[in-house]
């Protein structure tokens, strides 16, 4: 048996887990099948997990999480001044890229989410919240990178990015077509860049006008003719 620490048993199970889902589907995906395909004895699996089902929330963490971070990086490269559309797309395009590069990791979540919606609400509001979370973080993330705020409520953006991502994955997941998916991802850029304007510094934000100084005594004009 391989000498592993607890971490790289973690990650191991994890990658198994989605390769298996991806491959076979989650009904299929045992603990026994997931540390067969990890190489590991089935024993192995409950020094790290205590259930098969926390091993699939660590499965839609962890995507999510390597997703995010791959857009903020590509975000943060474009450097300043950056447009919002820029920013946007940079992050877009990145998640883009690892859907071309592995479409299974994002085929294994459709698929644990499709079985909780017929077994499992919880489950899969559970699995939403994760993504509405990264969604309102990259949003956040986007406006400081660009210097704007959003004029919408950011939580009622994020469920629509959220949105947006699960049709340009399901659409490129059915066709491929990659050229399609980026031209969607420029109006996906565009539209959102258009709910956000500059944040005025407070050194340039208008100032209220001053009422004139008072006459001593505390009158007005009309009275130093008096």
Do not use: K
Request: glycine share 4%; proline share 5%.
């Amino acid at each position: 048996m391989r000498r592993l620490s607890l971490e790289q048993r973690r990650a191991e199970l994890i990658d198994a887990a989605i390769r298996v889902i991806a491959r076979d589907g989650l009904a299929t995906a045992s603990t026994r099948a997931i540390t067969a395909e990890a190489g590991m004895p089935l024993g192995a699996f409950h020094y790290v997990f205590t259930s098969r089902e926390e091993l699939i929330s660590a499965v839609i963490e962890q995507v999510t999480d390597e997703e995010r971070l791959a857009a903020w990086f590509e975000a943060n490269l474009i450097g300043e001044p950056a447009s919002l559309t820029d920013i946007l797309v940079a992050g877009l395009d990145a998640y883009l890229r690892l859907l071309e590069t592995d479409p299974g990791r994002e085929q294994a979540l459709l698929e644990v989410a499709m079985h909780a919606v017929r077994h499992d609400q919880p489950a899969v509001r559970a699995q939403w919240a994760t993504y509405h979370r990264a969604a309102l973080a990259s949003l956040d993330h986007a406006a400081e990178l660009a210097g704007v705020r959003w004029v919408e409520p950011v939580e009622r953006l994020a469920r629509s990015l959220t949105a947006s991502l699960d049709g340009l994955t399901i659409a490129w997941l059915t066709d491929r077509d990659s050229e399609a998916a980026r031209a969607h991802i420029r109006f996906i850029a565009r539209s959102f860049a258009a709910l956000a304007v500059p944040v005025v510094p407070a050194a340039q934000a208008p100032q209220a006008p001053q009422a004139p100084p008072e006459h001593p005594g505390g009158h007005g004009r009309e009275d130093t003719a008096c």
